[in-house]
Structure formats: structure tokens, C-alpha cells
């Protein structure tokens, strides 16, 4: 039986896995890699081993020319993906492919309005739809301006999940959490992917603001390295998001692709046991 929300929309895997984990008292593990890093076969593969370590949802770079809220770690990720000419329609070829044997997992496609532009509106959530894609974070797309393309991703049931920063007014917060669905993104640092020095005790401040403002469930990005840092801030957040680190690995091994799987495996599983079992690591 297909499950709609309260204004009659269908439920994607997003929504559907995010509750189920809080029903269950788990915190959402929550990956970033950009799609045909270093190479196009990689991404599926790379996909299917995040998933067997524990992470439950994947946002999947859509390669772009300017991408410009990355640093440099995401940004020469980018470049590498697009010397082999990875398009919009590549990454949505790979989730379908990725639909073959995974059927569970949430898949979301991260990056930039350009390339959707180009595709066109509709087409775009007609084929994403069709391949198995559950969400969108689309960075340069503030949700004021969104109207007309989350009028065509509503349609076809694909959430869009907008982001929150530090500097967040709660006015604009709580018009941002009323338009995403699925959770909210809080980047928890001012600057670009991959920023350093993240302020815990500064982000659970900002946190609890939020959450009276809104009882979405938030997934805090941004400053996520390693299976301590996983577990401080799972612990105040519903989730994490781990990007850099895992893309950071691939450049490291990208001239021996079983061991840049592997270094992702062992990175993946320590967080995983780390925010579900906090005291390991302290």
C-alpha cells in the first residue's frame, strides 16, 4: 500500500526511511559522493558498499562546470567526473542502474539548478521519477524561488530538502523547514564543503532554536571527518552528513579503486558504530 502524507502526496523512501529510523531511535547515516568520481563504473559500486556498511541515504553529486558552495576536496571531484564527461543524464542512469538492486535505500541528487535547466523542468522530474530518484537538494536554489520546478518534483513524487546555515533568521527558518521535505539540512559551518573547526556546543545551540520552530528532523552537514566528530553530533542532531572525507578518499586512491572502496568501507562502518554506540569512541 502506497503512503501519502496528510495533503495527499506520496511518502518517498526518504520520508518513509527517516521515520522509520526515529521511530526507532536510530540516527540517520547520510553520504555524499559526486556522481563519476574518478571514473562513471565506480558510482554504482561505490553505492552498494555505503550501503552495506550502514548508511541509509546517499545524495549523489550532479557534476557541475562552477560548482560554488564546495571547497576544494568536492570541487576537484567535480573536475575529475567531468573530464569524462559525466552528465545530468549519466547520474540518472546510475541511480536506475543502483534501483536494480537496491530498492530501499533513498537516493537524492545534490548540486546545482543549471544542468536541470537545461534538461527542462519537467523532463527532469519525469526521468528522475521513473529511475528511482527520491529527493533534490539543489544548492543555488533558495526555496522563494523554487515554485515552478517543486511544482513538477511534487507531481512525481521526488522531495526537496532546502538548507538551513548559522546565520538562519528564525523567520526564514521556519518558512525554509515549512518548504523541505524528508528532513532539513543544517549546514553547520559558514564557508564552503570540507570547512574545519565545527563548534559542537555551537551547533546544539542553534539546533534547539530550530527545533521550536519546526519538528522536521535535521540532518547536519558540514565539518562531519571522522567517527568521533559522527558522534558528537549525532548525538544532538537526528543524522549526519559525511561528504568531503568520503570524497577526499577517492582522490587519495584514485589509481587503485578496490582500495578506495575499502578506505570508504572502514571509514563508513567506524561512523556508523560510533552513532550507535557513542561511548566507543570516548
Known sequence: MELRSPEGQALSRLTIK??????AN????????????????????LMHTM????????????PFSDPEAEGPVIQLAHERALKHDTSLKDVIS????????DDDTPVILMGYLNPIELMGYE?????????????????????????VLSGYLDKHDIESVYLLAPTTT?????????????????????????????????VHEKLSRFRQISPLPIMVGFGIKDA???????????????????????????????????EVATLLSGMRKSIDEPSVVF
Open 123 to 147: 523532463d527532469f522530474s519525469i526521468v528522475a521519477s521513473q529511475a528511482g530518484v527520491d529527493g533534490t537538494i539543489i544548492v543555488n536554489l533558495p526555496p522563494e524561488e523554487s515554485g
Open 51 to 62: 550501503v552495506e556498511v550502514g548508511v541509509d541515504v546517499i545524495e549523489l553529486g550532479v
Open 228 to 262: 568521533a566528530t559522527a558522534a558528537k553530533v549525532s548525538d544532538i542532531s537526528d543524522g549526519v552528513v559525511v561528504g568531503s572525507a568520503i570524497v577526499k578518499l577517492i582522490a587519495d586512491h584514485e589509481g587503485d579503486l578496490d582500495t578506495a572502496l575499502a
Open 26 to 45: 536510530r540516527k540517520t547515516l547520510v553520504t555524499y559522493v559526486v556522481a563519476g568520481d574518478p571514473i562513471k563504473d565506480l558510482t554504482v559500486r
Open 170 to 202: 528564525d523567520k526564514r527558518a521556519a518558512f525554509v523547514t515549512s518548504q523541505s521535505r524528508g528532513f532539513v539540512y543544517y549546514v553547520s559551518l559558514k564557508g564552503t564543503t570540507g570547512a574545519s573547526n565545527l563548534d559542537v556546543d555551537d
Open 18 to 23: 527517516v521515520k522509520a529510523n526515529l521511530a
Open 94 to 101: 546510475m541511480v536506475e542502474q543502483f534501483r536494480r538492486k
